[in-house]
């Protein structure tokens, strides 16, 4: 972390990257408690929450929930998918393909996070699929209204956190 209100984060994003090493991936928590502690030893200049076992209890918590390694991009590899399926039936209802697409996307997000909601910003949508993200979060929210999406919890962009959404529509 460079500052404070980072080491939440920081600390998911260092187990991120710690599965992205393939003798670390599968590795038991007892083995990653000493390399947890050489982190917080060297995040501690930057950080409020000063003991050891607030970092380490978070990192046990996120190394849970960990899904993708660091380089991998869950994103490419969803809209990759959401390409080649057919469109989703109730996506034909829309004239734009790139709208189309957006359903087909979310119906992969869907399918990858099993009964969890998914995480999508219309910057994400901007990225992936080239379009304006305010026309990405009116998309958004029409697709809501249109009760193929439900938003479940709203993100927020100081704490750069996506939208969580669930796909109400048929997978």
């Not at 501690?44 to 978070?58: G, N, Q, V, Y």
């Not at 734009?96 to 996307?105: I, K, N, R």
Request: aromatic share 10%; proline share 5%; charged share 30%.
């Amino acid at each position: 972390p460079t500052g404070n209100s980072q080491r939440h984060r920081k600390i998911f994003e260092f187990g991120r990257e710690l599965k992205a090493i393939p003798a670390l991936a599968e590795a038991p928590l007892s083995e990653l408690k000493p390399i947890v502690q050489r982190w917080h030893k060297r995040a501690l200049a930057h950080i409020r929450t000063k003991p050891f076992e607030e970092s380490w209890f978070d990192f046990c918590e996120g190394w849970e929930k960990v899904k993708f390694a660091k380089g991998e991009e869950p994103m490419a590899k969803i809209v990759a998918r959401a390409k080649k399926a057919e469109i989703p039936e109730i996506a034909e209802q829309y004239d734009q393909p790139l709208l189309q697409l957006l359903v087909a996307v979310c119906r992969e997000q869907q399918r990858e996070s099993g009964d969890e909601p998914f995480f999508l910003s219309s910057r994400t949508v901007e990225e992936y699929l080239g379009v304006n993200h305010v026309t990405a979060w009116r998309w958004l929210r029409g697709l809501q209204h249109d009760g193929i999406l439900k938003l479940v919890q709203t993100g927020t962009q100081a704490g750069h956190k996506a939208s969580r959404y669930r796909y109400l529509a048929e997978l």
